[in-house]
């Protein structure tokens, strides 16, 4: 058993002890059909082999190598069969977590035609980036710090205090103010979205009916030049129009009181009228018919005809008084004795 692990010691030895668990292949792979894809980085010294590929949190395979080339680092990931990646895929290093290691995240393109990534296929350089690591930052914070960002922040300060001295009340009052509009705007969100979607709504009206503006604004165009030449005319007769709508108010400034009681007196007359509403329609038909039974009576070309009509107590009798024609009957017997008139003269 001794010479057995010997000999399976010797290789690692004379290896020069390059052998670790992170240059192992273990963790490389993918369950399942799996096909090798190139994505070429600028730098990917903290992504780790083995690391995940992923396309939003689904982890969809592993790195498998990292090689350099060109000062260009050509990153060889293998993939699930079934994730298919259209062409125009890009590639970033993101990280998971603060301290968590790198990983490759793949987004596909909202919109694709030409075909799929296959076997073999790559990435380009042009396609990728790298987002900022800890380092990156740590490093930005210390420019900031060496390049005097606090003494700034400190000077924009100081200029705020002077600018303030014995005006706090005032800061105060305005803070208050602010305060007092910006709640006002946010009671009214609800109205401010309905009036951008109305916006948004007649926008899109006038966007589809495009076509009949421009029709409308060239047909108007003739009436527009029409009026602009005219328009002297038109200020004169509007100068007028403000003299005549002034002498207007004052006569009825001055007639008010005439005209309110004129209507005043001449309610009872139309209250008078609305109760003889329906003798006076019966009487109308009855003209009606006096004038075809008079046309058969005396045919020719023309006849002249006086007549005088009295309703008794209608507006006619209220006026002037004439009670006494007809025999000063009613107006169902005036209107009876005109129907036996006619009657007789058509036979």
Do not use: W
Request: glycine content about 12%; proline content about 4%.
């Amino acid at each position: 058993m001794r010479r057995v692990f010997a000999v399976l010691l010797a290789p690692l030895l004379l290896a020069g002890c390059g052998f670790s668990l992170q240059n192992a292949p273990i963790g490389r792979g993918v369950d399942g059909p799996s096909y090798r894809v190139t994505i070429e980085f600028a730098d990917a010294t903290g992504l780790p082999l083995g690391g995940k590929v992923r396309i939003g949190p689904a982890t969809v395979g592993r790195v498998e190598s990292k090689t350099a080339k060109d000062f260009v680092a050509h990153v060889v990931v293998v993939l699930r069969e079934d994730v298919g990646l259209p062409r125009g895929t890009t590639a970033g290093l993101e990280l998971s977590t603060a301290l968590g290691d790198q990983y490759v995240a793949l987004h596909r393109p909202p919109e694709h035609g030409g075909g799929l990534i296959g076997d073999g296929g790559r990435i380009p350089l042009a396609d990728t980036k790298r987002s900022p690591t800890i380092e990156d930052t740590m490093a930005l914070l210390g420019n900031v710090l060496n390049n005097s960002g606090i003494e700034q922040a400190r000077t924009i300060v100081t200029e705020l205090n002077t600018m303030l001295a014995g005006r706090d009340d005032t800061a105060r009052a305005l803070l208050g103010r602010l305060d007092t509009v910006l709640g006002a705007l946010e009671q009214r969100t609800g109205e401010f979205t309905h009036t951008l979607r109305s916006l948004n709504r007649l926008g899109t009206t006038v966007a589809d009916n495009r076509a009949v503006l421009g029709r409308a604004l060239h047909t108007v165009r003739p009436a527009v030049d029409e009026v602009r030449r005219q328009y002297g005319d038109v200020e004169r007769l509007m100068s007028s129009v403000t003299e005549l709508s002034g002498e207007v108010n004052t006569a009825l400034r001055k007639t008010r009181g005439t005209m309110t009681h004129q209507v005043r007196a001449l309610r009872p007359v139309l209250a008078e009228l609305t109760t003889i509403r329906g003798d006076l329609g019966a009487t109308m038909r009855r003209f009606e018919t006096f004038e075809r039974v008079f046309s058969r009576a005396a045919p020719g070309d023309y006849l002249n005809l006086y007549g005088l009509a009295n309703v008794p107590e209608s507006v006619t009798g209220v006026l002037t008084g004439l009670d006494g024609y007809l025999g000063g009957g009613s107006a169902a017997t005036g209107a009876g004795a005109m129907e036996r008139l006619l009657r007789k003269g058509a036979r």
